[in-house]
C-alpha cells in the first residue's frame, strides 16, 4: 500500500465549560458548572468525540488531562495510541470490548 495514501488521525482537545440546571452536590461539594475536557479524533471523514471531567478527589482535572493529551498529540495522531495505554494506562477499553477481542493492537 502507498503510504502516501494513508490519511492520519487528527486530534483536537479542549476544555469546555458546561454550566448545570441545577447545583451538583456530593461529599461537602458543590458544582454549578462541570468543567470537561472535550476530545474528537477525526481520520477519513470519520469523526469520534468523549469527553471526561476527571475525579476531583484525585486531583484529576480537565486542565490536567488537556495537557496530557496536547504532550501526546503526535504520538496518537501517528496512530500508536494503543502503544500508549501499555506505557502511560491513558485509554481503558470496556471489559466486554477486551474479551470480544474489539480492542486494536
Not at 7 to 32: C, D, M, N
Not at 72 to 93: D, F, V
Request: with cysteine.
Amino acid at each position: 500500500m502507498d503510504c502516501m495514501h494513508i490519511k492520519s488521525l487528527k486530534l483536537q482537545v479542549a476544555v469546555e465549560q458546561w454550566p448545570l440546571i441545577t447545583p451538583f452536590r456530593i461529599t461537602g461539594y458543590t458544582w454549578h458548572i462541570n468543567n470537561v475536557v472535550m476530545v474528537s479524533l477525526e481520520k477519513d471523514g470519520h469523526v469520534g468525540r468523549g469527553e471526561g471531567s476527571g475525579v476531583y478527589y484525585r486531583q484529576d482535572t480537565p486542565a490536567l488531562a488537556l495537557k496530557k493529551l496536547e504532550s501526546l498529540k503526535a504520538t496518537i495522531e501517528a496512530g500508536s495510541a494503543m502503544r500508549l495505554n501499555a506505557h502511560y494506562g491513558i485509554l481503558r477499553p470496556s471489559s466486554r470490548a477486551a474479551q470480544l477481542g474489539k480492542w486494536p493492537d
